[in-house]
């Protein structure tokens, strides 16, 4: 499956951004998405994801209530919706693909098999 993430910006602190990611090519029936981000001279770190049925979230500690991720499978989409924009969010948005039945959203990199190219998203203060 080919990932294509959209939606970054600058903002300043305290706004909002909505990043969308579009899934196309052989899309499998049941597979879970999920956010991750990268800051300069940093690792990749996980943000948010939702199972196959958008019915379970999971959200990094240090973007809960703030950063809301859903899901269209009718149009092969996930958003994340970051609301209270901080500084520290800035970084590079990747999203990311892995097929699963279940219900369960995980959190490790090494479980997703396609990722998009990532997006930019500027915080200033």
């Known amino acids: 499956v080919q990932l294509q993430a959209c939606g970054g910006g600058s903002v300043q602190a305290g706004g909002c951004l909505r990043l969308?990611?579009?899934?196309?090519?052989?899309?499998?029936?049941?597979?879970?998405m999920a956010w991750f981000r990268q800051a300069p001279g940093k690792e990749r770190d996980f943000v948010g994801g939702?199972?196959?049925?958008?019915?379970?979230?999971l959200y990094a500690d240090s973007v809960k209530g703030r950063f809301t991720i859903s899901r269209d499978n009718a149009k092969d989409t996930v958003s994340l919706q970051m609301n209270n924009l901080k500084p520290d969010d800035t970084a590079k948005y990747y999203c990311?693909?892995?097929?699963?039945?279940?219900?369960?959203?995980?959190?490790?990199?090494?479980?997703?098999?396609?990722w998009g190219q990532g997006t930019e998203v500027t915080v200033s203060s």
């Open positions: 990311a693909a892995r097929y699963s039945a279940s219900e369960t959203v995980v959190g490790r990199e090494k479980n997703y098999s396609s």
């Open positions: 969308s990611c579009v899934a196309s090519g052989r899309t499998q029936p049941r597979y879970a």
């Open positions: 939702i199972s196959w049925s958008g019915g379970t979230t």
